[in-house]
């Protein structure tokens, strides 16, 4: 178990106490601070992994799963904490859970017919976007400003995910003819 991999793990460990610390009654008016502070430690070991992987030659199989999985769960775990605290659209979340699981498949097809479909800048944006959406809404910060900001970051982390479905079956629509 490499730093890359344990950085991931302990992403995935940190997604029941950023629930807890998000929707807990018990922490009213601060709550959503903790939450946010543990979202934004697990969303940079997201980039902290990556960078240390590559650089020490340090990528696993392992990683390669994790990695992605536990990034889709963080970023859904909080959205759908969104949608309970009435901060995001349900059919927003479903949009964007509906293209993880798309890509999800049309990776596992590419992989039974051995290819590899790499992450693109399209996806990559559209994780950053998301990410900083959500740790906009967490903060719930008053004003106008951010209720602003809050909602242009849906939107576009909303496009991006389209944009990023429609790139990779563009690019990879091969994958899916038929193998003879």
Not at 75 to 80: G, K, Q
Request: net charge positive; hydrophobic share 60%.
């Amino acid at each position: 178990m490499n730093l890359p991999n344990k950085l991931t793990v302990m992403r995935v460990i940190l997604i029941p106490f950023f629930v807890f610390f998000m929707l807990a009654p018990f922490f009213e008016g601060y709550g959503n601070y903790i939450a946010a502070a543990i979202f934004i430690v697990a969303s940079l070991t997201d980039m902290l992994d990556g960078k240390i992987a590559r650089k020490y030659h340090l990528v696993t199989n392992f990683g390669k799963f994790m990695d992605p999985l536990a990034d889709k769960l963080l970023v859904c775990s909080a959205m759908i904490c969104l949608i309970e605290t009435g901060q995001l659209a349900a059919w927003i979340v479903i949009v964007i859970i509906a293209r993880e699981f798309i890509i999800s498949g049309f990776r596992l097809v590419a992989a039974d017919n051995g290819v590899v479909i790499a992450a693109s800048y399209w996806g990559k944006f559209k994780t950053v976007f998301q990410m900083l959406m959500v740790i906009v809404l967490i903060l719930n910060l008053p004003g106008s400003f951010f209720d602003i900001l809050g909602v242009l970051l849906t939107y576009i982390a909303l496009i991006l995910t389209v944009v990023s479905l429609v790139d990779y079956i563009v690019k990879n629509k091969d994958v899916l003819k038929e193998q003879k």
